[in-house]
C-alpha cells in the first residue's frame, strides 16, 4: 500500500487529520466534510506507514449497516478482513462469550426484547395502557446512564423524566428486572457492556490481553456516544490511549435516547492530552443550503468553537417555502412538485421527502403513490423500530393474541395516551400544540392501529402473530431493497447520514419543528440540530412547506408556521452597515443619494404586504423598513444593483429580484 496515494484527493485539512501523529485525537468533522473517508484514510495511513499493527485495530459505531459500510471502505483500501469493525454491543458480545467458553462457562442467553420479562414484574395497580412500555423505557433511558434502581427515584425527578407509572414503581419493578435476570441467567445488550467493562477492571490478565489485542481503537460518531460506552472505552483503552475519534457536536440528536455529545465536545478533559482537527469544507450541498442551515443552528448553543461550514459547490436555486391550506394539500402539492423534478432518464432516488415524526409518513406516501410515483419509507429509524411500536410488536410475540384484540389494546394505548397530553378543552385550536410527548408516541401507534386494520382487511381470521410477522417481512423487504429506485420518505433523524439532489421538508409548524415537547434549553437546541440535520441532506434544492390546519388523530387544529423559518427567510440576507460617506479629491463629503418619490416607498409597501400575505409570514421576513426606504433612494435598475441595497444579498434578489426591478420601472415611467 502506498501511504501517498492515500492522500491524493484529500484536502489539506483532511490529510491534516490523517497524518498527524496527535493521539487521542478529535476529528469534528462537519456535515459533508467527508469523514469516513478521513476516518478509514486514517487507519490505512497508519497501518501503511507501519504505526499501527491491522490485527490489532478496533473500529466501533452504532449501526450494522454503519460497521458494514466501513469494512466495505476499508478492504477497498487493500486491508482486506484484518481489520475488527463492529458496533458496541456486537464486539462486546463477540468477547463476552469468549471469555465464557476459556472459563468454561455455559453461555447466559441474550435478551434482545424486554417487554415479555418485564410485563409479569408490574404490580396489578400499574398494569394497562402503555405502562409497561414506560417501564422499560425508563430501564433503558436509567441504563444508558449507568443509573441503578436504587438510584433511579433521584435521577428521574432531577431529569424532570414523565411517565405513566410512579417514580417509584418504576424503581421497584427495574430492581425486578435485575433479580429475574440473574436467577434466570439472562443478559441484555447493556449488560453487554456492563459485564465487558467489569472483567477488564477486575481482571488484570484479561485486561492485558484485550489491550494488547485492540491496541488501537477508532469510533465513528462520538457525539452519540452515551455514558455507559464511554465508561467502556476508558476500560478498554487503560492509561495508554491510542484512541481517534470522529463525530459532529452541530449533529447531535439522540439525547434523549441517552447519547451525550459532551464526550466529543469535552474532549480533552475526558481524554488528557488529546488534540483536534476540524474538517469544515463542505462538498455536498449548496451555499444557499448551507446558509439556511446555518442560520437555524446560530440559535443553538453548541458548547464548542465551531467554524462555520464552507461551500464548494456552485450557487443553487434559493430555498422554497410553500404554504398549504391543509394537510391533505401538502402531500398532494408535494406529490406534484416531485414529479415535476423527475427528469427524464434521471432516478427517483434523486429525491427524498423528510419529517418530523413517523405519523407524519402516511399521508405522504398515500399521496406520492395517487400520483404513481414509487416509494419507499425508509426503515432505518421507521415506526417498528420506534421504542413504542417494538415494545407492542414484543408483547403480541409473546401473547399471540387475535388481531382483534391487538386492535382494541392499541386503540386503548393511543386513547389512554391521549389524555395524557394537554386537553383540547381547556384551550383554543390556535394553542394545542401537537404533538407533546404522548402524542408524539400516540401518533405511532396510530400508524401501527391503521396497520393492522389495514392487515385485517386482507387476512380477516389472522392472529397477532402472523401480522408481526407480515410487518416484520415488508419492513426487510423496504430495507433490502436497495436496488429500488423511488423517492424515499423518512423521519429527520432516520435521515441522518444519507443525502439526496432534491429535499423536501414537510410539516415545519410550530409544535412539530420544534416539537411540541421539547420545552427546556437544551432540548430545543438538540430541536435545532435536529433540523440542521434534515436540512443538510439537500445537494440541490431545497423545498420547505407547512399546512395552516393539520389532522392529530380526531382533532384538526390551526397551525403557525416554524419560526425556524423567518430564520431561512433571512439567510445570507444580513442588513450590512451604512457606509460612511466618501471623500472626494476636494476633500469634502459627498453627498448620500436624495431620497425617492413617497409614491414608491407605498408601492413597495403594498407589495412587501402582498408577498408577506402569500407566505403566510410577518412583513419583516420579507423586507424590514430600512431595506424599503434603501430600494426607494436607490432605485437600483439591474440585479448587480439591487445587490447594493442594504438587506438584499444573493437569495434575496434571486427570490425577489424580477418583482422588485418592475415595479421601479413601471413607476419611473408613470413619473
Known amino acids: 500500500m502506498n501511504p ?8 489539506d485539512l483532511q490529510r491534516r487529520a490523517v497524518t498527524t501523529p496527535a493521539n487521542p485525537l478529535r476529528i469534528l468533522a462537519g456535515a459533508g466534510s467527508g469523514k469516513t473517508r478521513v476516518l478509514t484514510r486514517r487507519i490505512a495511513w497508519r497501518v501503511a506507514n507501519d504505526d499501527a499493527d491491522p490485527r490489532k485495530v478496533l473500529a466501533l459505531t452504532f449501526t450494522r449497516k454503519a460497521a458494514g459500510e466501513l469494512r466495505a471502505r476499508i478492504r477497498t483500501l487493500g486491508l482486506r478482513d484484518e481489520i475488527a469493525a463492529g458496533t458496541f454491543h456486537g464486539v462486546a458480545y463477540a468477547q463476552i462469550r469468549m471469555r465464557w467458553a ?28 402503555t405502562a409497561v412500555l414506560d417501564v422499560v423505557g425508563e430501564i433503558e433511558w436509567a441504563a444508558a446512564r449507568r443509573i441503578t434502581p436504587s438510584r433511579y427515584v433521584s435521577a428521574a425527578r432531577r431529569s424532570g423524566r414523565r411517565t405513566q407509572v410512579a417514580p417509584e414503581v418504576v424503581a421497584e419493578v427495574f430492581e425486578r428486572y435485575e433479580v429475574a435476570k440473574r436467577k434466570r441467567r439472562l443478559v441484555d445488550f447493556d449488560d453487554l457492556l456492563r ?7 477486575e481482571d ?13 481503537l477508532f469510533v465513528d460518531e462520538f457525539q452519540d456516544v452515551n455514558p455507559l460506552q464511554q465508561a467502556l472505552l476508558e476500560a478498554i483503552a487503560g492509561d495508554r490511549p491510542d484512541l481517534c475519534v470522529v463525530g459532529d ?11 451525550d455529545a459532551r464526550f466529543l465536545v469535552d474532549f480533552d478533559r475526558y481524554w488528557p492530552g488529546g488534540a483536534s ?10 451555499p444557499q443550503v448551507l446558509d439556511a442551515a446555518a442560520a437555524v443552528l446560530s440559535h443553538a448553543q453548541l458548547r464548542v468553537a465551531s467554524v462555520r461550514l464552507r461551500a464548494h459547490r456552485p450557487d443553487g436555486p434559493p430555498v422554497a417555502i410553500t404554504p398549504h391550506p391543509n394537510d391533505q394539500a401538502e402531500a398532494t402539492a408535494i406529490a406534484r412538485a416531485v414529479r415535476r423534478r423527475h427528469r427524464p432518464g434521471a432516478s427517483w432516488s434523486r429525491q427524498a421527502v423528510l419529517v418530523r415524526t413517523n405519523a407524519q409518513t402516511a399521508l405522504i406516501e398515500q399521496a406520492l403513490r395517487r400520483a404513481s410515483v414509487p416509494v419507499r419509507v425508509r426503515g432505518g429509524s421507521g415506526l417498528a423500530d420506534q421504542p413504542e411500536v417494538r415494545r407492542v410488536l414484543d408483547d403480541v410475540r409473546r401473547r399471540d393474541p387475535s388481531l382483534d384484540e391487538v386492535i382494541a389494546d392499541l386503540d386503548l394505548a393511543v386513547r389512554d395516551l391521549r389524555q395524557r397530553s394537554s386537553d383540547p378543552g381547556e384551550a383554543s385550536p390556535e394553542d394545542v400544540e401537537a404533538p407533546t410527548g404522548s402524542d408524539d408516541r400516540a401518533a405511532n401507534l396510530e400508524a401501527l392501529l391503521r396497520l393492522a386494520r389495514d392487515y385485517r382487511t386482507l387476512m380477516p381470521n389472522a392472529n397477532g402473530g402472523a401480522f408481526v410477522t407480515w410487518l416484520s417481512h415488508a ?13 424515499e420518505i423518512a423521519t429527520f433523524h432516520a435521515a441522518k447520514g444519507l443525502e439526496w439532489s432534491v429535499v423536501h421538508l414537510a410539516g415545519l409548524e410550530d409544535g412539530l419543528v420544534p416539537i411540541g415537547h421539547a420545552k427546556s434549553r437544551p432540548e430545543q437546541d438538540e430541536e435545532r440540530r435536529l433540523f440542521y440535520v434534515a436540512l443538510t441532506r439537500a445537494q440541490d434544492e431545497l423545498h420547505c412547506t407547512w399546512s395552516e390546519e393539520r389532522t392529530f388523530g380526531a382533532r384538526t387544529v390551526s397551525r403557525r408556521r416554524s419560526p425556524y423559518l423567518d430564520e431561512i427567510d433571512a439567510a445570507g440576507d444580513e442588513p450590512v452597515p451604512t457606509p460612511r460617506p466618501r471623500r472626494g479629491v476636494t476633500g469634502k463629503a459627498q453627498v448620500p443619494p436624495t431620497p425617492g418619490p413617497p409614491g414608491l416607498r407605498e408601492e413597495l409597501r403594498r407589495w412587501r404586504s402582498e408577498r408577506a400575505r402569500a407566505s403566510r409570514a410577518p412583513a419583516y421576513t420579507v423586507f424590514n423598513d430600512e431595506t ?8 437600483p435598475t439591474t440585479r448587480a444593483e439591487l445587490l447594493t441595497v442594504r438587506g438584499i444579498g444573493p437569495v434575496k434578489a434571486a427570490r425577489f429580484g424580477d418583482d422588485l426591478l418592475a415595479l421601479i420601472a413601471d413607476h419611473a415611467e408613470q413619473g
Open 277 to 286: 482537527v476540524e474538517l469544515v469544507d463542505n462538498y455536498r450541498s449548496t
Open 249 to 259: 457536536p452541530r449533529q447531535a440528536i439522540y439525547a434523549w435516547n441517552g447519547a
Open 102 to 129: 476459556d472459563r468454561g462457562v455455559e453461555p447466559w442467553q441474550l435478551v434482545d426484547r424486554k417487554v415479555p420479562l418485564v410485563a409479569p414484574l408490574l404490580p396489578a395497580s400499574a398494569r394497562g395502557g
Open 195 to 201: 459485564g465487558w467493562r467489569k472483567a477488564l477492571l
Open 4 to 11: 501517498d496515494a492515500l492522500l491524493d484527493d484529500l484536502d
Open 204 to 216: 488484570d490478565a484479561f485486561a492485558a490481553a484485550q489491550r494488547w489485542r485492540f491496541s488501537h
Open 628 to 635: 424599503l426606504d434603501d430600494l426607494t433612494s436607490r432605485r
Open 475 to 487: 419492513a426487510r423487504t423496504d430495507a433490502e431493497g436497495i436496488a429500488v429506485d423511488a423517492v
